[in-house]
C-alpha cells in the first residue's frame, strides 16, 4: 500500500499500520458526494445504519451505538508525554512507552475481515496557514459518514500536504467494543490520536476533542496561539458592520444553542445576520 499517496510519510505510517490491523481491504476516502452515497447504502445494507422516513425525515439516518457505549469516557482518556505535568493539571497522564505497550495487543488484527477508511481531512480551510490535516484510520462508516460533515475531507487535502507534509496520525478501532479496554490516548509529542473499543462518536471522531482541542492544546503552546472550548458566530448589524464574539461555558450550558442563533423575526427584518463560525472549539491567534 505504499504508493496510495503522495506523500512518504503517510505511506509509511499506513503501512505500519496496516501490518498492525491487518484490514481485508483499505479504501481511500475522497470526499465525493459518490462515495459517501455508496458507504450509505453498504451501512445501510449491513445495519451498521438504518434509513428513517425520507419524506419526513429526508437524508436521515438512525445509528445506534453499543448499551455499554453511550458517552466519553474521561477516566479511560490519557496525555501520554515523556514528563508528567506536560500534560497539564486536569488531564490523566500515562507515559508513552507504557501506553503503546498497553494499546498495541488491542489493535493487532482487529481490523481482520473489515475494511480500513483512510480519511484525510483538514481542521480549517483546506491549504490555508491556520489550516492542520489529519488522518484518521477507521473501521467504521459511521465515523466516515460523520467526518465528511464535521471536516473537510478529500483528496485536496492530500494535495496540501504534499511530498512531506506532516499530518496528525489517528487510529481508530472498534475492536471488541470491550469497556475495560476501552482507551482514548493521545500522544502530543508524536502527533498520534489512539482509539479503541468504542464506536461513540465523542470517542472516535478524532477531529474534534481528540485533536482539535487536546493536541491542538499542545501544538498551539509550541507555536504560540491557543486551542480553547469556546464557540464563535459572527453578526451584523443593517449598515454592514460585522463582529465577532468568542464565548466560554462548560460543556451543556448553553455553547451550540448560541453559536446556532438564528435572530427574531423583528430584527431579521431589519437586516440583521447571525452565522455561526464555530460551536464548541476555537482556534486563537492573536490579531495584527
Known sequence: ?????????????????????????????????????????????????????????????????????VARVENRTFICTTKKEDAGPTNNWMSPKECYDKLTPLFRNSYAGKTMYVIPYSMGVVGSPFAKNGI?????IYV????????????????????????????????????????????????TIWSVNSGYGGNVLLGKKCFALRIASYLGRNEGWMAEHMLILGIENPEGEVKYVAAAFPS????????????PALYAKKGYKVWCVGDDIAWIRKGP
Open 252 to 263: 451543556a450550558c448553553g455553547k451550540t444553542n448560541l453559536a446556532m442563533l438564528i435572530p
Open 144 to 191: 466516515v459518514l460523520n467526518m465528511l460533515i464535521m471536516t473537510r475531507v478529500g483528496t485536496a487535502v492530500l494535495d496540501a500536504m504534499g511530498t512531506d507534509g506532516d499530518f496528525i496520525k489517528g487510529l481508530h478501532a472498534r475492536a471488541t467494543m470491550d469497556e475495560n479496554n476501552r482507551y482514548i490516548c493521545h500522544f502530543p509529542e508524536d502527533n
Open 1 to 69: 500500500m505504499s504508493n496510495l499517496t503522495k506523500n512518504t510519510k503517510l505511506n509509511a505510517w499506513l503501512d505500519e499500520m496496516i501490518a498492525l490491523t491487518n484490514p481485508a481491504n483499505v479504501v481511500l476516502i475522497d470526499g465525493t458526494d459518490e462515495q459517501a452515497e455508496a458507504l450509505r447504502a453498504e451501512a445501510c445494507a449491513s445495519g451498521e445504519l438504518f434509513k428513517l422516513n425520507q419524506e419526513k425525515l429526508p437524508g436521515c439516518y438512525l445509528h445506534r451505538t453499543a448499551v455499554n457505549d
Open 136 to 140: 484518521e484510520l477507521t473501521d467504521s
